[in-house]
């Protein structure tokens, strides 16, 4: 099994310069020039079997530029949404510090201002990492289209890390990772290829 995960192009919160997490911008117009260039780069060096993505707009998006590309229809998945950020959503990181500061010690399973603990951040990553590998075939191609904190929590899930492991994965906008699973072994192929975005628009 092959998975491709790739992160959404760039979105109006990156122009803002707010927290995004849940807050549910959509792409702007370099974000949407981005995946058309993701979505016919995959289209035409992949083969795409499966197609999963967060619902959330610049995802979905995005997703939806590599369907029309690979003909595959989105199947969406909450579990593929970034991280609840609670009453962080859509704050600027200036306001958010004022309004919401962060505790002297913040531990695994501490949820402050509606967000989403470490802990179960990295659960709803292994439950929808475990559903994708398990719910379809070997030798499926699947890609999966979602945000960069959730990337990283997926690539400790697949790497089987502890849950308190500090490993972080670089992802660009339109980033994407090659993933295989051979016979129970599972390999990084490659990580944060940009690659399609030095095509001609």
């Not at 070997?138 to 979602?146: K, L, N, R």
């Not at 089987?160 to 051979?182: A, C």
Request: aromatic share 8%; with cysteine.
């Amino acid at each position: 099994m092959n998975l491709y995960v790739i992160r959404h192009g760039q979105s109006e919160a990156d122009l803002l310069n707010v927290l995004e997490g849940r807050a549910d911008y959509e792409l702007t117009e370099e974000g949407k020039n981005q995946a058309q260039l993701m979505a016919a780069w995959v289209a035409e060096n992949f083969y795409i079997t499966k197609v999963f993505a967060s619902p959330l707009k610049r995802t979905a998006q995005t997703a939806q530029y590599l369907s029309q590309q690979t003909g595959i229809s989105v199947q969406f998945e909450d579990d593929l949404m970034e991280w609840q950020n609670g009453l962080l959503a859509g704050l600027s990181r200036e306001e958010a510090k004022i309004k919401y500061p962060a505790p002297p010690v913040k531990y695994p399973h501490t949820a402050m201002y509606g967000c989403e603990s470490m802990i179960n951040f990295r659960a709803r990553a292994e439950n929808i990492l475990s559903k994708i590998i398990n719910e379809n075939q070997s030798e499926d191609s699947i890609a999966i289209v979602t945000h960069g904190g959730m990337i990283n929590m997926l690539f400790r899930s697949f790497l089987q890390l502890p849950s308190n492991d500090t490993v972080f994965l670089s992802t660009g906008d339109t980033g994407i990772h090659k993933w295989n699973i051979e016979n129970n072994n599972r390999r990084i192929v490659f990580a944060n290829s940009l690659v399609h975005l030095n095509c001609i628009r």
